[in-house]
């Protein structure tokens, strides 16, 4: 008889299963430690050749190079779906499986249309490190774990296969959400090593240069560490001197200009097609040698949102040794990459996204399709 993977997990790992009911996590936001954290950024002053004080007109820039081939037309995005599968007891206390679905698609413009340049796929299961008590050889049988559910659990006859056997570490009088927070924090850290991996194949096929700059939907703080490979500072500046991150959402009181002088009403006040000065910041909780341009643009028009800062995207870029050296970016490079930004952002997702007003259209369509790769709940459910 063909064993699910929940029982084939409390076999291999002497653990107690309780079938529990199993359910999305549809609506659950990143756990802690994976937000924003702005608090920890380091506030090195402006960050680029100009001294520009008020916000930056872009509308007769982004006019002229409305026909020109955009400067932007790689665009990756990261999705990760994440389950209840089953409650396993190790020992007198009970701890959450989890399991999970990652997607990780770039979509590239040409001739006015996209399509998809790469995809990353995974399915993978999460487990708490009580599992392996006897510390050692820890890696080696999470793989021998993953081959056994493949082999053993039907996967192979319905064309599945498990990638990955995740394992996070629980502390002592932990609550059971915060369990089930480290384990959704094991899917997302896999998400962006995917990312970051899929960013460093791209430039080494030279689909990424001068001319062919890469979106990551998102803030790039969290790529600034290759956990599969090299973790060289220059190696990461060079990887990402072509890539930029545009996050859709922000904290406008963490943006500070270093004066404890918060930035929100400036960002929600920006006229359209306008941008902030640039900031230069590093983030003093991860890699204090790997630099950001960071600066905010309005890409609708305020009286049309439902919100002050709906409209307005962030926009972030890994500084070169060069750059950082000088502690700026070019003025001209960034207002030439706003005016590209602003001529992607229609059509518009409209009525179909509750984020349409911060969407550029390439990324929400590179987003859609990660997305759209995803077994349905119901048939991946039944895998478990």
Known sequence: MTLKITEILAQKTHGKSYRAQKFSYDNVGLPEGETDKTETRSFQGRGETQKNSSAIDLRDKMKRLRECDPL???FLDGSRHVFKIDDVAYGDRIYPILAGQIAVA???LQNKRIHCQSLE???VVVIPDQAFPNFGREKEKLRELCDFFNKNSGLQRLG?????VLMYSPKRGENYEKLQNRAIAKVQDLMIETEQKTVFKLVEQKLVGNAHYLLKDGSLEYNTRYRSGS?????IRDAYRHVIGVSKSFNPEGCGDGKDKARGVEIADLPLFHRTPVAHYYNSHQNENVHFGVWYLRVRDRSRTPGPLDG???VEKIMTDEEQKMGALDSNSVDNLCAHL???RTP????VDRRWANHLYPVYLAERYAKSRYLSPAVFLQLF
């Open 106 to 108: 770039c979509c590239q």
């Open 121 to 123: 796929r995974k399915l």
């Open 231 to 235: 973790s060289d500072e220059n190696a």
């Open 160 to 164: 599945y296969s498990i990638s990955d």
């Open 348 to 351: 518009t997702c409209y009525g």
């Open 312 to 314: 307005v995207v962030k």
């Open 72 to 74: 932007v037309n790689l």
């Open 342 to 344: 602003l001529n992607l």
